[in-house]
Nanobody, 116 residues
Framework: QVQLVESGGGLVQPGGSLRLSCAASGSAFSFYVMGWHRQAPGKQRELVATIVSSGNTNYADSVKGRFTISRDNAKNTVYLQMNSLKPEDTAVYYC??????????WGQGTQVTVSA
């Protein structure tokens, strides 16, 4: 079982930056593919970024060059650095942990609002 707790969301002006954190409890954190998803009002959830244990990353086209996902396996934590934020980045951001045998887990979400 993995429990995920996100933090770092808030209100930011267009062009600003935020850093989201996700603290994971449970064992074998390093074996999970960690990710960030988001859901904007009236839209479906979408994948933002993923990172595997080795550090290889994958990004949605809409955030490439602006967002950076990273992980610290010693601290059981994954981060999402978001730069050059746009109003269309406004959404609830969810941390996820995925393992082919151990299951899929989601955090409770943190709100990010980009507005002047």
């Amino acid at each position: 079982q993995v429990q995920l707790v996100e933090s770092g969301g808030g209100l930011v002006q267009p062009g600003g930056s935020l850093r989201l954190s996700c603290a994971a409890s449970g064992s074998a954190f390093s074996f999970y593919v960690m990710g960030w998803h988001r859901q904007a009002p009236g839209k479906q959830r979408e994948l933002v970024a993923t990172i595997v244990s080795s550090g290889n990353t994958n990004y949605a086209d809409s955030v490439k060059g602006r967002f950076t996902i990273s992980r610290d396996n010693a601290k059981n934590t994954v981060y999402l650095q978001m730069n050059s934020l746009k109003p269309e980045d406004t959404a609830v951001y969810y941390c996820t942990a995925d393992h082919v045998y151990r299951g899929n887990y989601w955090g409770q979400g943190t709100q990010v609002t980009v507005s002047a």
